[in-house]
């Protein structure tokens, strides 16, 4: 028997889920954060997993699909699916536009615009509100069943919403996949030795025919309506642009760059402002497609073959062209990451000439066997470095041979390093290489490393640029009269700076070890290293075996801070702060306390001091303190105004406690 609180309550969630979903993915406009939102859902998965008997068809947490199919059978839509003809410039348009006037008898007519998404269509099937079927475009008659698979888009209503629903309505989208979710997948793939994909449209017609829906079920994939075949019971809209209204007050996402226009000039118009800002939208397009406002006069003027006579695609120019690889640089970045870039001979893509492309990373490049000679297509996506799509292997030259990655800096000469399994090669020259400087100098000035009050992203242009400061070492070498030549820097300032820069000569070994930007080495790792090691000198010393015996400290941590102090650059400059003056405070004896050896996490506001106050308070104690909630946090401490972690701790079972609770642990005797 099953209390009627529990019914109750999984009812209230899965409607609060399914509201919270309509907000995010139709008004994008969410009311809760992400952990919020999947507080709510681990409640509802955990009633319905000890009461499977209230597990509905429509249930949000039924999204995720388990069974693996052996292929997917053919469906029929109601009614056909029909493929747009294309037209590429303002007279094929104005063509189009006259055949519709002429067949309608009419001067002007009103048009909707949408854009055009490059991604897969597919046909959705809701009767009595609930989703019942998917299926792809196929040949336009038949499609493939894809229903496990689409149940797990997220912003796919698996019931509509309303009273006002057709007891039975096939709904035409588009599916897709962000930008910035091809670049969050890719990511995936490249650190599981898979293969990247190409563009948006192949993920997203690739996670679409999974035959695992467990698979389609980790791709971000995205959905757009844009038009109704089925339309049974209830009132059919009138005109495209009340459809689409429709369709998002039943719980469908559809476009917000959609517009109502008129004739030929207002088609052009809605063209030339949406190619301009194609770059911005966050998903590809490749045009707009125009349609009869007109369900009724779309209906007169009917369809020839496959393509409908009331709709036509205007294509962008492509953004994807052919061109050669003439060379290959490796560029250094601000953080030492080395980025392979492939010069090519100039080529003009989507209206912008092209010649330079990313190749990502040295595994990558290894991968692809892009080589100086090839035959290449090259791609534009948005405002970054163009990429290259895929390599004419039957065009390579006799002469090409594989690119070697150098082993040492192309900037400063130092080593290069890539952790084992590591996708990112570095420059081993942190506090040398003039590729890292400002980064460097900015990062050893901040507050939570040497605190250095003054010295901005500005002030450190202006430093660097002027070859005042090389290295970080050299702050200590400022003059006021030569900070008083620097633009903006009056005498008083320049003083105030010098002042500040001799302030920081004494410091703590935690904070000039995160001033130092070694790779892997955070404040929280920063201080384990102080702890165990207690001095500088006992850190350089130690071999990766001796590391890795630290807690907290992995092989890949141990390679990458051993590789640090090896270089013999970042040993030069290590003397010169001490040669000019830096002094490192003894480390203090860990107080004992009730919160030694426990996984701290705080959040919101504290009142009595502040967030690093409080840290070094509890890492003195021999707390540890981290910024995310997780298994292995044993409390948060929340302020005024916590966040979402005190959510995720209350799902997780974790205490969370008063500033009061902390005052007590910090002022506990020893």
């Known amino acids: 028997m099953i209390p009627k609180a529990v019914r109750q309550r999984a009812a209230s969630l899965r409607e609060q889920i399914r509201e919270h979903n309509y907000l995010y993915y139709v008004l994008d406009n969410p009311e809760i954060t992400d952990a919020e939102y999947d507080a709510l859902f681990k409640e509802l998965a955990g009633i319905e997993r000890q009461y499977p008997e209230l597990v509905t068809a429509d249930s949000p947490t039924q999204r995720v699909g388990e069974a693996v199919t052996d292929g997917f059978r053919p469906v029929v839509h109601g009614q056909p699916m029909l493929s747009l003809s294309n037209v590429f410039d303002a007279d094929d348009l104005a063509d189009f536009d006259r055949r519709v006037r002429e067949r309608l008898g009419v001067d002007v007519v009103t048009y909707v615009g949408e854009p055009k998404l490059d991604g897969l269509a597919v046909n959705i099937l809701y009767e009595g509100g609930l989703l019942k079927q998917a299926a792809t475009r196929g040949d336009g008659t038949v499609g493939e069943d894809v229903t496990a698979n689409v149940r797990t888009v997220r912003g796919c209503p698996l ?3 309303g009273s006002d629903v057709p007891a039975r309505l096939e709904v035409r989208g588009e599916i897709y996949i962000t930008k910035a979710g091809l670049a969050a997948l890719n990511a995936r793939q490249l650190a599981a030795q898979g293969r990247p994909f190409a563009n948006p449209r192949n993920a997203a017609a690739g996670s679409l025919r999974q035959l695992n829906p467990a698979v389609t079920a980790q791709r971000p994939l995205s959905l757009f309506c844009y038009a109704a075949g089925d339309f049974v019971g209830g009132r059919m809209p009138q005109t495209q642009a009340d459809l689409l209204v429709f369709l998002k007050e039943i719980g469908l996402p559809v476009n917000p760059e959609r517009r109502v226009v008129q004739g030929v000039e207002g088609c052009l118009a809605y063209y030339a402002d949406l190619e301009r800002r194609r770059d911005g939208l966050g998903y590809d397009i490749d045009g707009v497609v125009y349609k009869v406002n007109s369900l009724r006069d779309q209906a007169r003027l009917g369809a020839v ?5 009331w709709a036509v695609a205007h294509k962008f120019p492509p953004e994807e062209m052919p061109t050669r690889v003439e060379a290959i640089e490796v560029q250094v970045g601000r953080t030492g990451a080395l980025t392979p870039v492939a010069v090519l001979k100039p080529v003009a893509v989507g209206g912008v000439v092209v010649s330079h492309a990313t190749l990502h990373n040295a595994f990558e490049l290894a991968r692809r066997d892009i080589r100086v000679g090839d035959m290449v297509h090259v791609r534009r996506a948005g405002d970054v470095i163009p990429e290259i799509t895929d390599v004419r292997l039957n065009e390579r030259p006799s002469w090409a041979v594989p690119f070697v990655f150098p082993d040492h800096c192309p900037v400063c000469g130092s080593p290069v390093v890539r952790a084992e399994g590591g996708m990112i ?3 081993a020259g942190g506090l040398f290489c003039p590729a890292q400087r400002k980064q460097t100098v900015r990062h050893f000035a901040s507050r939570r490393a040497l605190d250095i009050e003054g010295v901005g992203e500005k002030l450190v242009d202006q430093l660097v640029d002027t070859g005042l400061v090389r290295t970080v070492a050299d702050l200590y070498h400022l003059s006021v009269e030569q900070l008083q030549k620097l633009e903006r820097m009056g005498l008083r300032s320049a003083q105030k700076l010098v002042e500040a820069i001799s302030r920081s000569r004494r410091t703590t070994l935690p904070k000039l070890l995160y001033g130092l930007g070694i790779p892997e080495v955070g404040e929280a ?11 500088l000198d006992a850190l350089m010393a130690a071999d990766e075996e001796t590391l890795m015996t630290v807690p907290d400290i992995g092989p890949v941590a141990a390679h990458a801070i051993r590789t640090f102090f090896t270089e013999s650059h970042n040993h030069k400059v290590i003397a ?7 002094e490192i405070a003894p480390m203090a004896a860990i107080v004992p306390s009730p919160v030694a050896g426990k996984v701290i996490v705080l959040t919101g506001s504290l009142r009595g001091l502040t967030r690093a106050q409080a840290q070094a308070a509890l890492r003195a104690r021999g707390a540890k303190v981290t910024e995310s909630v997780s ?15 005190i959510e995720r701790a209350r799902t997780l079972g974790i205490p969370v406690v008063t500033e009061a609770q902390l005052q007590e642990w910090l002022s506990a005797p020893s």
């Open 525 to 535: 790792t920063a201080q384990v290293l102080a702890r165990h090691f207690q001095t």
């Open 305 to 309: 073959s496959r393509s409908p006579r």
């Open 576 to 582: 010169a702060l001490k040669a000019a003056g830096l």
């Open 159 to 161: 019931r509509l919403r």
């Open 631 to 645: 298994a292995h946090t044993d409390y948060v401490v929340a302020g005024d105004d916590p966040g979402s972690k």
């Open 425 to 427: 090669t570095r420059c």
